[in-house]
């Protein structure tokens, strides 16, 4: 619009330009006819003689015309409103159209004796009408190359602005494909404005949420089908048993021992199933529960555990050792019993015949620290993160010789857990394993160290 208008402006000031060239000729060509007219006496017979000279003096152009005209031509020729207005030493124009071409028609009355007379001049204007319409189309074509190369130059930047929004596009549709590790590489440096960047950050810590959740989720998956396999591996072998000895007992004639040894092994397994649904109870209610803490006495405490362990050390064929310093714990005692009494009991199990298992307690600064060592074989580390894991057992046939099924880690965990502890593993193959807790001190007290020893 401002080229527009800056257009029609240049062309209107050279249009008035030429209007007031033409106008000051004409207003001369009056002021020559009135210097000749003084001279002549008879204006009558030489007006076209003074018409020639004026033409010479004013220099005409080619294209232009002058004339001087009586009042008795102008209305034997019907010249119009414009002529018959002018009243004298008064000046008036317009534009006409002769031989197809604009002229302008400037035209000045002069009166001489009474008797008015006319200076015509017509000026040719299709040169400046001409340049008028060249300056348009000029304009026109410029508009029109600087509009597609800006076109062609904003194309070019927003599709390089926009690059960084189509690699958001292009991942998060890759994501959304099943590629929860694709990420947007961010430059430093470049014309990408820090909102893209910084947009581009979040995208990367949004991917790296997903694909965390989304492997959070295929582990517990994975977890769950683990501990349906194993849950239904456990009751598959006692069921088993149970199955063949009772359509034994039902179906044959027994002698006595072997009806009596047939009716223990059902027994057992029934046992064996009673104590892993009890097991599965427990973990069940630990999961959704809660927990009271009260101060404990930590010899009260270790006395209990010393009374709960007793028939351990002769199942087993090793030794406890019990060493505790006397302090006050924020804890539930019956759970705390049955994570230490799990913890011995795989400590137990893991141990060769003869050695020690030792559990012992101490204070360290605001905490104390339970732990329970044994010298069995040890633990792999690429297997610590499993073992408090439902059913998950380092040593399958041992544990299931023995008895277990591999819940007791796993209530020993989530018991834990209610306790704002966690279980501390540290275990070397070949060297044995120490199992420990940490529990919040209420007081300290300065008493003889507990110590006994069970055999």
Known sequence: IGGFVLVEVTASSVMDSRVEVTLTSNEYAGKMFLALAEKTSSLTLHTKEMQTQIAKITDVGQNDRLAIYTAEEIAAQERGALWEQLASAQQGYSFVELDGRPHLQAVCRVD???EPYYIETQSDFSGVFAQRSRLTHIYHY???AVALLSGAILLIFSWYLARPLNRLSQAAERIADGEYDKRIPIQKHGMGSEEIRVLSS????MAEAVESNINSLKKEIEKRETFVADFTHELKTPMTSIIGYADMLRSYDLAEQERREAADAVYREGKRLERLAMRLLDLIVLKNGTAVLSPIHTEMLFESLRSSLRFLPQKYGVSVNLQAEPA????EMTLLLSLLYNLADNACKASPKGETVRICGTADGEWYRISVADRGCGIPEQNLERITEPFYMEDKSRS???GGAGLGLALSKRIA????TRLVFDSAVGCGTTVSIKLKLELEEKKEVYDNEMD
Do not use: K, P, W, Y
């Open 202 to 205: 979040g995208f990367n810590q």
């Open 142 to 144: 410029t508009v029109l």
């Open 417 to 420: 857990e209610m306790h704002q």
């Open 400 to 402: 299931r010789g023995q």
């Open 112 to 114: 001489l004796s009474d």
């Open 328 to 331: 006050v714990i924020c804890a």
